[in-house]
């Protein structure tokens, strides 16, 4: 899995690109976590996600918890795949798909 | 049919799947197939390495198998930790909002809903625990 982090002023984008499982789900909450203080706008960019387990959406609840708090969060170019997990598991009411 | 057999930890995930999707590759599986039998893999090792032998570790089997005629791919995780039976955990409630949701119990009810079958049998002092999705 890559990260890539792009700010802009107080909007903070970040794209993953790869798996996003239990191996990387760690990684990706520590950029986050670090990532987040002063950010009112978080963007996760997932067009070059292959897919997402269950540990990748603890992640993006935890963020979007932390993100109700302080501002918004949206994600965007979401695969069809991607989107069948988010379906099935109600991620899509919860997060705001772009 | 392939069989591996090491100890489940959660760095042998990225490993197992390599040798799933090379099986399933050989098969021309379809890739949302693979990617789905691939996040199975990921949520089915997770649980067996973070509970089935804690605090200790243990092996886990892990067999592949393909029926040519109905072309069923099956992958049976077989471990010999604490009776577990994940299909007796109930459902997530999937309707909550963000801020009553819970982080947890999502991963086996992802695997029930892409696989096309789910089974366990606890046999011999082993958990067995298959999944099966057409390709």
Known sequence: ?98 | MKEWTFEATIDRITWLTDQVNEALESLNCPMKAQMQIDVAIDELLANIASYAYAPNKGDVTVRFDFDEESRMASISFIDTGVPYDPLRKPDPDVTLQAQEREVGGLGIFLVKKTMDDMLYARKDGRNILTIRKRI
């Open chain 1, 1 to 98: 899995m890559t990260i890539n982090k792009q700010q802009n002023g107080s909007t903070l984008t970040i794209a993953v690109q790869g798996r996003l499982d239990t191996t990387t789900a760690p990684d990706l909450e520590k950029e986050i976590k670090s990532s987040l203080e002063g950010v009112t706008e978080l963007i996760m960019d997932f067009e070059k996600l292959d897919y997402i387990s269950s540990a990748g959406l603890r992640v993006l609840l935890s963020a979007q918890k932390q993100m109700s708090k302080q501002g918004s969060m949206k994600v965007t170019n979401v695969s069809d795949l991607v989107m069948e997990v988010f379906e099935v598991t109600g991620f899509t009411d919860i997060l705001t798909i772009e």
